[in-house]
């Protein structure tokens, strides 16, 4: 009569286990994206959704002048989405940044392209005449 009970605390954590693995999946990819490029700054601000007010220890901004942007790329993998940065400092060495951007709606990512790359005609066109 109890045997069957045994084999529900078997199913009970493997639920558990599934749900602690899907949580941690979710930690890992959930973050919040902003984008500002009013102004003669860049920034791109990218944080953790998940307790952020608490401990925010996955905040990474990146503020650089419009001039100083050399280049981007969107990585669209299957499950996660990463803008990545390339950027001149003024000491002539390039940074590489990288952005999360699994949850940004399309059309957000397609303002933040269009965005960047107006900014880079304009360099472009800056560093020609």
């Known amino acids: 009569m109890f045997k069957s009970l045994d084999f529900l605390k078997d199913e009970i954590f493997f639920v558990l286990i599934g749900l602690f693995i899907v949580l ?3 930690h890992s990819i959930a973050g919040y994206f902003e984008y500002d490029s009013d102004g003669s ?5 990218n944080k953790g959704l998940l307790l952020t007010e ?8 990146l503020e650089f002048d419009r001039s100083e942007l050399a280049g981007y790329k969107i990585k669209n993998f299957i ?13 002539g060495k390039s940074i590489k940044e990288r952005f999360n951007v699994t ?3 399309k059309r957000k990512l397609k303002y933040v392209k269009q965005s960047l790359r107006k ?9 020609q005449g």
């Open 24 to 26: 941690i999946v979710f």
């Open 41 to 45: 700054k860049i920034i791109v601000l």
């Open 103 to 105: 949850l940004v709606k």
């Open 79 to 91: 499950i996660y989405k990463s803008l990545v940065l390339l950027v001149n400092k003024s000491n």
């Open 54 to 61: 608490y401990i925010n220890y996955r905040e990474r901004k």
């Open 119 to 127: 900014n880079l005609k304009e360099n472009l066109k800056r560093k």
